[in-house]
């Protein structure tokens, strides 16, 4: 499985964004679907992700972000989306996709995720 991040750029402080992610080599509507970001200086961080739609599908989301940040996906395109509205400057980072093919629950843990994308990058200015 190969994935594609894009969607990032510079915005304002209380902008939008929409983070898109394209799976391709394999059907991904079966896989957790998350999304994880990593600031300059800090670590890598979970920020948000989706188990697939069949029933419904799960969300789980950083507290920081949980009413500002709505993860989606879209299987028929066999892509992913982050939608980020209410940007604040510590938003900033590179945001990486991930997938998860052997869990059903959206885990926060990166070691549950075993492809990843390149990463796309989001500046929010002051």
């Known amino acids: 499985v190969q994935l594609q991040a894009c969607g990032g750029g510079l915005v304002q402080t209380g902008g939008s964004l929409r983070l898109s992610c394209a799976a391709s080599?394999?059907?991904?509507?079966?896989?957790?679907m998350g999304w994880f970001r990593q600031a300059p200086g800090k670590e890598r961080e979970f920020v948000a992700a989706t188990s697939w739609s069949g029933s419904g599908g799960t969300t789980n989301y950083l507290d920081s972000v949980k009413d500002r940040f709505t993860v989606s996906r879209d299987n028929a395109e066999n892509t992913v989306y982050l939608q980020m509205s209410s940007l604040k400057p510590e938003d900033t980072a590179v945001y990486y996709c991930a997938a998860n093919s052997r869990g059903s629950w959206p885990s926060s843990r990166s070691r549950d995720y075993d492809y990843w994308g390149q990463g796309t990058l989001v500046t929010v200015s002051s």
């Open positions: 080599g394999r059907a991904v509507s079966s896989y957790v």
